[in-house]
């Protein structure tokens, strides 16, 4: 790799200036070429404003440094980046939506909407959160444009389940075409062996499920997973509670009498599948309160930042989360390198998250350099992607089935801190 004063087809001051931040939008696109290239579009959207804003930059700034790398072309084919926002400000957003998922419907719909009206997109990085990924992928499908999310596990978007909803994964693919969709991290049933690997190790064998009444419920259905891996691992399931519910209650009061339910099931380690909210935190106090010697379990969906700040101190020290989102040292030299880089072009340590976003722009770019001269040609890129087969990537060595899930499936759980950090207790898997 040349150095980066010598790139002239992506100005580092341009290069800089949008991986720093400048704004919640931005195009990264090819400079003074003398010849003419065909330009692809890839879109991202994703929550670059509320609480998790620093990371979803993050993943961002690691697209944008894939395509630096790649001087914004493959061959003499183009490539441009569109940045998108999907989180809207709480004061101009729908109030009754639940935080994090603050993306109102008709704002990613209008995401997926731009990218698929314009004529040169051949890819689109996003949803990060399952209920915005459920509206644009329909959409995306539609139009034979590739969708690679950074974030989004529910099983129904890939694979028939019992926990799915009615209909998915069939209903994300309505015209029967090909699939469009692939994600990077491991999906919720993966997850789910994962939690119960890490409980059983910890000497968990009495176990309660709750399952947050979240509308539409993509992120309770970890619950229903856990449960019906328990068993195998020694762990039995002395309660299931459905329909919890976290948005229309947020003191702990609220949660007195299912706190005391659960005390008559003596367990010994309770897990809550659902949306990170102030009613979710608030229950998590209440069961630390009834139950102070049970182990609180959190999915990869509740490790927000706004929901393990908010727990305070004596129920953040009975919490274990889980998450693929690994320690930087964890993943290869391949990472290392780009971190480097990164660190080199912002002077700041990146987390995990960067890598999410550089392989996704990079998996994209691999398929248009396998695709050629076909590669404006959506079906045909969708084709390329879904045949890379094994991917020497980021974050790992890894390959997307024909259904879009990755092969990786390390998981790291992680103790809280008092001030909500996350620090590492053991990686799974």
């Not at 929550?47 to 914004?72: C, F």
């Amino acid at each position: 790799m040349g150095s980066p004063g010598a790139r002239n087809a992506l100005p580092i001051l341009v290069v800089l200036a949008v991986l720093a931040g400048c704004g919640t939008s931005g195009t990264v696109q090819g400079g003074n070429d003398t010849f003419s290239a065909t330009t692809l579009t890839v879109y991202s959207d994703l929550p670059l404003l509320g609480p998790d804003a620093a990371a979803m930059s993050e993943i961002v700034n690691g697209e944008i440094l894939a395509l630096y790398e790649h001087d914004g072309h493959v061959g003499r084919l183009h490539v441009s980046l569109e940045s998108l926002n999907d989180y809207a400000d709480a004061a101009v957003s729908d109030p009754l939506l639940p935080d994090p998922l603050r993306s109102p419907p008709l704002q990613i719909a209008q995401s997926a909407h731009t990218a698929s009206s314009d004529l040169s997109t051949v890819a689109y990085i996003g949803d990060y959160d399952a209920a915005a990924t459920a509206i644009s992928l329909q959409l995306n499908n539609q139009n034979d444009i590739l969708q690679i999310s950074p974030g989004s596990s529910y099983v129904g978007f890939t694979d028939p389940s019992a926990v799915d909803l009615p209909g998915d994964p069939g209903v994300f693919y309505p015209y029967h075409g090909p699939r469009t969709f692939a994600r990077l991290v491991p999906s919720d049933a993966v997850e789910a062996k994962a939690i119960v690997t890490w409980m059983r190790s910890l000497g968990v064998r009495r176990l309660d499920l709750l399952e947050d009444d979240s509308n539409p419920p993509y992120d309770a259905v970890i619950a229903a997973l856990v449960a019906a891996d328990a068993p195998a691992a020694g762990i039995t399931v002395v309660g299931y509670h459905r329909g919890v519910d976290t948005q229309a209650r947020s003191s702990e009061d609220a949660y007195a009498q299912l706190a005391g339910s659960l005390a008559g099931e003596h367990p010994d380690a309770v897990l809550l599948g659902g949306v990170a909210n102030a009613g979710a935190e608030a229950l998590w106090r209440e069961l630390h309160l009834v139950l102070p010697r049970a182990k609180l379990f959190a999915p990869s969906t509740l490790a927000t930042s706004a929901f393990l700040t908010g727990l305070g101190g004596p129920a953040a020290s009975a919490t274990y989360v889980t998450s693929p989102i690994l320690e930087p040292d964890q993943y290869p030299a391949a990472a290392q390198r780009v971190f480097a880089e990164y660190r080199a072009l912002l002077q700041q340590a990146p987390s995990a998250y960067a890598l999410y976003g550089y392989d996704a722009m990079n998996d994209i770019l691999l398929a248009i350099a396998k695709a050629g001269r076909e590669a404006a040609d959506r079906p045909d890129l969708l084709t390329a992607f879904f045949k890379l087969g094994e991917i020497h990537g980021t974050l790992g060595d890894y390959r997307i089935d024909a259904d879009g899930d990755t092969s990786l499936t390390r998981f790291d759980g992680y103790r809280v801190a008092p001030g909500g950090g996350l620090v590492l207790a053991a990686p799974i898997g």
